[in-house]
């Protein structure tokens, strides 16, 4: 029987990378991982930690308004990109320290530097030869970027040397729409340019009432596709991600890879090769942190937990971080027809008490999505303040089978936005 040096080599150490090797390690696995850029990966360095701290930010600009319509008296305010961009890094560092760290904690062999297959058992970094037994591959994706123009993509975004006064962004998902809002909240001009449906994928009318803020924001928004015509300082191109997955020896290896360059996995998210396994952005299937760490957890817990866990891939909460927020849980109306349902669609519109007094001209919009037969909840699509955390709770009822009863049983919490999930009628 042949003798590995290592149980467990990941290469990536983003989520996924990085939580399958915690895994394993602490279930005695002797593990090593590689990274060649920065720990913490998309999401920790150029995705949904630095993008929520910009929200976070630009959202003052809000606030101000508002509180000016509750009352306070607030001398006009400027906004310090360069203090901005510090605080954030400074932050990211923190964060990417505290992955190794833990890495190391749980007794993983930390390599720093680019790595790749030289056999199906054998990974090369920094000139070192490893073999392993397993091999989990965790190389996340990168920015697509049109073939024309020059652009800007989300990772550039971050590191902007200053703010620019005119933004033109092209792309119709939630990348797009997030930055514009972060934009427009730090006082750029921004017009958004996209190509199709807004939000395709999403609840049609939590997608509308997304456009109409946008708008409201004072958000240019024009569905030409082409930002050839619009004055700008900086064009940022948000039109998707693809996997990183060539370079690293895979097709070399035999891991067969599908039309878009993701490793085609099966739901123990295992390669076309046994002992290869892939999970995250690299798969090409869910693109989001959570499933990522969910994909990770689930490899190392059958590999050397004694825990067999496929994935299953069912009612994933998703979160649009414009200003105000979108969420949801489960299938739209369209998705839930298309599946066989007859449904039943329970829905409410109205403004918010956070609004009363500043007369912002905006709405919260929540609906549920319920099968006329059984009575289960199918879904929950909301837009306003606060959504992504009320669809997070609600997403625990839905998952454990919840019905339209369940809810119309649950005492209010006034006066809440969240009552309304059980007063729909």
């Known amino acids: 029987m042949p003798v590995f040096d290592v149980d467990l080599f990941v290469i990536g150490g983003g989520s996924g990378g990085v939580r399958a090797a915690r895994v394993a390690a602490g279930h005695g696995a002797r593990v ?23 929200v976070y930010a630009s959202e003052v600009s809000r606030a101000i308004v508002d509180a000016r319509g509750q009352g306070w008296s607030i001398a006009p305010v400027t906004f310090d990109w360069t203090a901005f961009i510090a605080a954030k890094d400074k932050e990211i560092a923190r964060l990417e320290a505290i992955y190794v760290d833990l890495l190391v904690s749980r007794g993983a062999k930390v390599h720093h530097g680019r790595a790749r297959l030289v056999d199906p058992h054998t990974v090369e970094v920094n000139g070192d030869r490893i073999t392993a037994a397993n091999i989990l591959i965790a190389t996340g994706s990168r920015p697509r970027v049109p073939a024309e123009g020059t652009w800007i993509t989300s990772d550039d975004a971050f590191q902007l040397p200053a703010l620019p006064r005119r933004v033109a962004i092209l792309g119709g998902g939630y990348i797009a729409i997030e930055f514009a809002h972060i934009f427009r909240g730090f006082g750029s001009e921004v017009s958004l340019v996209h190509r199709g449906e807004l939000l395709r994928g999403f609840d049609r009318d939590l997608a ?32 998707g991600r693809e996997p990183t997955t060539n370079g690293f020896g895979l097709v070399e290896a035999g891991v067969t890879l599908g039309p878009s360059g993701a490793i085609l996995v099966d739901e123990w998210s295992r390669s076309s090769v046994p002992h290869i396994y892939a999970v995250g952005d690299a798969i090409g299937r869910v693109a989001l942190t959570p499933v990522a760490i969910r994909e990770g957890q689930a490899v190392s817990d059958t590999l050397f937990g004694g825990k067999p866990t496929p994935m299953i891939y069912h009612a994933i909460p998703t979160a649009v971080f414009a200003q105000p927020p979108a969420a949801a849980v ?8 298309n599946a066989g ?12 008490m956070r609004y009363a007094l500043s007369g912002r001209d905006e709405h919260v919009l929540i609906k549920l999505v319920v099968d006329r037969a059984n009575d289960r909840v199918l879904g929950l699509h909301m837009v306003g303040p606060d959504s992504p955390e009320i669809v997070q709770s609600a997403a625990i009822a839905i998952t454990m089978g919840a019905t339209k009863a369940d809810f119309d049983r649950t005492f209010a919490l006034h006066p809440t936005t969240a009552e309304e999930l059980v007063l729909l009628r």
Do not use: Q
Not at 216 to 223: E, H, L, N
Not at 330 to 337: K, L, P, S, V, W
């Open 32 to 54: 090593a991982i590689a990274e060649a850029s920065r720990w913490g990966g998309t999401c920790v360095i150029r995705g949904c930690v630095p993008k929520k701290l910009m």
């Open 208 to 239: 509308a009432e997304v456009e109409k803020n946008l708008v409201r924001a004072g958000i240019s928004v024009t569905d030409d596709g082409s930002v050839a015509n619009i004055p700008h300082d900086v064009a940022l191109a948000a039109i």
């Open 330 to 337: 489960g299938f739209t109306e369209r998705g839930a027809t």
């Open 341 to 352: 349902h007859d449904i039943i669609v329970y829905r409410a519109k109205f403004r918010p």
